[in-house]
């Protein structure tokens, strides 16, 4: 049977992956497969490793859901009720139109709610009978092992361990970051767009003059930057700009300061791959040492007896993962299941304690 927690100061990668291995006949893997050596490429993927894990999410994989947009996969989501609401990670879902579950069906998403202080969203599609999560409340302690779900049994994302105690996380003090380049003049006038940056995706163009953000007048260039500070990345912004003679209004999601503002800390942080955009501000979260994509979260977590211990919420390192705790989740949804009941509620709620609601 699987040991429900290790030592902390013995988890390490080497031991980690000694341990998976004489895991493996516990998971139900047929001798054969045991036999087999293992090819360059499973090496590589962890995928043997993490099909031993199959049995352990078989409980949680059909309340495990895919959120699309234009066909592909941008998250995962969480079936939190039976008749259709599931929870997801609100910043990765911006561009969100469908949600597909386990079983192949894809419905599309009626309502969209999101806590901002959680970066939690509450989708509604109209479906019922759904899978829906129960939540395992026991206080983990370091060393527990904390498996991502996928939606099939088969599809076990990432496997780790609990790194640290329960702990806050606080805002980082670095701001969003809109990707321009402002002309040296008074007006809020764009000299420069960077490639793969939220402005670039949002369709800004040089020589775009920023007149509104958030519905708020921006006077002059110095107003816009200094506006822009009350936001961190991965918030999406309404916009209306002058192009010529013609205004127009998108909506731009904040990056972090990488491209040509990228630092030697956060190119070494990145080196793993993408970073979520939101990922930081967190009242409480599981840290683990999962490695795992931004689109992956918004899903469950669980332990070894399958329960599902929390929500992926971000990637935050090479081998830092968040999760939400579930007593944090079952406040939000009590939260946001309210907004959806109140037709002129706002699109978001503000964090616990703060007296702004966002836009």
């Given at each position: 049977m699987f040991s429900r927690t290790l030592t902390a100061f013995a988890v390490s990668r080497w031991l980690t992956f000694t341990a998976m291995l004489f895991l493996l006949p516990a998971s139900g893997l047929r001798g054969q497969d045991l036999q087999e050596p293992f090819h360059h490429g499973e090496l590589l993927t962890g995928q043997r490793m993490r099909y031993a894990f199959r049995e352990v999410v078989r409980r949680a994989a059909p309340c495990t859901v895919s959120i699309l947009a234009d066909g592909r996969r941008i998250a995962l989501g969480t079936i939190v009720g039976?008749?259709?609401?599931?929870?997801?990670?609100?910043?990765?879902?911006?561009?969100?139109?469908?949600?597909?579950?386990?079983?192949?069906?894809?419905?599309?998403?009626?309502?969209?709610?999101?806590?901002?202080?959680?970066?939690?969203?509450?989708?509604?599609?109209?479906?019922?009978e759904l899978s829906a999560v129960a939540w395992q409340k026991?206080?983990?302690?370091?060393?527990?092992w904390m498996v991502t779900v996928?939606?099939?049994?088969?599809?076990?994302?990432?496997?780790?361990?609990?790194?640290?105690?329960?702990?806050?996380?606080?805002?980082?003090?670095?701001?969003?970051?809109?990707?321009?380049?402002?002309?040296?003049?008074?007006?809020?006038?764009?000299?420069?767009?960077?490639?793969?940056?939220?402005?670039?995706?949002?369709?800004?163009?040089?020589?775009?003059?920023?007149?509104t953000l958030n519905e708020?007048?921006?006077?002059?260039?110095?107003?816009?930057?200094?506006?822009?500070?009350?936001?961190?990345?991965?918030?999406?912004?309404?916009?209306?700009?002058?192009?010529?003679?013609?205004?127009?209004?998108?909506?731009?999601?904040?990056?972090?300061?990488?491209?040509?503002?990228?630092?030697?800390?956060?190119f070494q942080n990145q080196m793993g791959g993408d970073l979520s955009f939101r990922r930081d501000d967190f009242a409480a979260v599981y840290q683990h040492d999962s490695v795992?994509?931004?689109?992956?979260?918004?899903?469950?977590?669980?332990?070894?007896?399958?329960?599902?211990?929390?929500?992926?919420?971000?990637?935050?390192?090479?081998?830092?993962?968040?999760?939400?705790?579930?007593?944090?989740i079952e406040t939000a949804i009590q939260e946001l299941r309210a907004s959806h009941l109140q037709p002129d509620a706002s699109e978001q709620i503000a964090s616990p304690g703060k007296e702004k609601t966002f836009p």
């Open positions: 039976s008749d259709g609401w599931i929870l997801t990670k609100a910043s990765q879902i911006n561009k969100a139109t469908r949600v597909q579950l386990a079983d192949g069906r894809q419905f599309a998403i009626r309502k969209n709610r999101s806590h901002h202080g959680l970066d939690l969203a509450l989708l509604k599609i109209d479906a019922a026991a206080a983990l302690v370091p060393g527990a996928g939606i099939s049994p088969d599809d076990v994302i990432a496997v780790g361990v609990l790194s640290v105690a329960r702990r806050p996380i606080p805002r980082s003090s670095a701001h969003g970051y809109l990707g321009v380049e402002l002309a040296r003049e008074e007006l809020p006038r764009i000299k420069r767009v960077f490639p793969n940056s939220g402005a670039y995706d949002a369709g800004l163009k040089e020589g775009d003059v920023v007149l708020q007048p921006v006077g002059t260039a110095e107003e816009l930057v200094r506006m822009l500070r009350d936001y961190r990345p991965g918030d999406t912004l309404s916009l209306r700009v002058k192009r010529l003679e013609e205004e127009k209004a998108c909506s731009v999601t904040l990056m972090h300061p990488y491209g040509d503002f990228l630092s030697r800390m956060a795992i994509d931004p689109q992956d979260c918004g899903g469950p977590v669980v332990n070894l007896d399958g329960d599902v211990i929390g929500i992926n919420i971000a990637r935050a390192g090479r081998t830092e993962t968040y999760a939400l705790p579930p007593d944090l």
